[in-house]
């Protein structure tokens, strides 16, 4: 569909609750947010910005529903018990709408029918809310046309962009948004949910918080997946680093994009590719390498497991290679994200870490 009327909970499992109280971390948002629901005007627009699976879409869902909510008993949560909850909640809210990308783009046709849409009055009688995900891939002419929407909205009409970085965006859309950053979650914040919720053990709970990287949906989808078992075997190719032929490491990179063209993943736009996961894994790995070689303590590793191994090579490493590495990977992450031709940059990355790696040696 271009435009979904409904966000389906069992769909999307980045939400994971649709109360403020609940979601963890992101304080700052959270209390903006409430803030703006006491006002007596509420904006039309917010950007929601940050890294994902911290929050952003359980967050709009929780002010769609607190903003909607017919039996409110607390400052900013709705009840979850009047009939708006119980349509927001199954998914079959008519004012709750979204919208992500067709083929990796955001149409203007899907938002010339976000328009007409927005033309009529909420059928509920409250507010009509709509959220954007990955908004920075709307094409120039979806962008345009959702500026003038912007600078003119219908009443009753809240619309929420969900992006990774402000900067990919029109300066002139996000001049018109309230923007609420939200902050990757602290590792100690995420391990304590993985053992609640998901019962994992304590040791295990902090490997995964560590790894990914503040973000709680990341840790739960590579907890659920095989992603621990396939982070043995990139780390594991480390040590083939000093041998690998330009053939080696395009077959590398295109292991890795087959695996999520058969997953269905967009490369550039996801979080959660694969391919992107082994960069994070490899950044990582030269993280700690260089947290030991300049002489740090144990505890700051992400690879706790990993540990001994570390210890045993960090010596053998140049800093200098190994700060180097480390702005390479994160060079790469972003050059993903942004370009479509991932394999080209991954193939080139790994060349170029092979050679940081053999100075090293």
Not at 320 to 329: D, N, Q
């Amino acid at each position: 569909m271009k435009i979904s009327g409904h966000l389906s909970l069992k769909a999307d499992v980045s939400v994971l609750t649709v109360k403020f109280s609940d979601i963890v971390g992101q304080q700052t948002a959270k209390k903006f947010l409430s803030q703006v629901m006491a006002s007596a005007k509420i904006p039309h627009a917010y950007l929601f910005t940050g890294i994902p699976g911290v929050g952003k879409t359980s967050t709009a869902m929780a002010f769609a529903m607190s903003l909607n909510c017919k039996d409110k008993s607390s400052e900013s949560d709705g009840c979850g018990r009047c009939t708006s909850c119980r349509q927001l909640l199954g998914g079959n809210h008519p004012d709750f709408i979204t919208i992500r990308p067709e083929d990796q783009t955001i149409k203007i046709e899907q938002i010339k029918e976000l328009n007409r849409s927005l033309g009529f009055a909420p059928m509920s009688g409250g507010y009509r809310v709509c959220v954007i995900h990955q908004a920075d891939t709307m094409s120039e002419e979806a962008a345009n046309s959702f500026l003038k929407t912007l600078e003119e909205p219908p009443p009753g009409n809240i619309l929420i962009l969900k992006v990774m970085e402000p900067l990919d965006l029109l300066p002139t859309i996000v001049s018109r948004c309230q923007k609420v950053p939200f902050r990757p979650l602290a590792i100690a914040d995420i391990a304590q949910w993985l053992v609640n919720n998901k019962g994992i053990e304590k040791d295990t709970a902090l490997l995964l918080a560590g790894i990914s990287e503040g973000s709680l949906g990341r840790a739960i989808k590579m907890w659920e997946g095989d992603f621990l078992e396939k982070r043995r075997a990139w780390i594991n190719r480390m040590e083939t680093l000093p041998d690998l032929s330009k053939a080696d490491a395009l077959n590398m990179a295109l292991e890795c994009a087959e695996e999520d063209r058969k997953k269905g993943i967009d490369i550039p736009s996801s979080g959660e590719a694969g391919m992107v996961d082994m960069l994070s894994v490899w950044t990582n790995w030269f993280r700690d390498l260089l947290v030991l070689r300049v002489g740090g303590p144990t505890d700051l590793l992400v690879n706790t497991d990993f540990s001994e191994s570390l210890q045993n090579i960090a010596e053998s490493y140049n800093i200098k290679a190994l700060i180097e590495s480390v702005l390479l990977m994160n060079q790469v992450r972003a050059d993903i994200r942004r370009m479509r031709n991932p394999i080209l940059v991954m193939e080139h990355a790994i060349m170029g870490l092979r050679g940081l790696v053999t100075l090293s040696s």
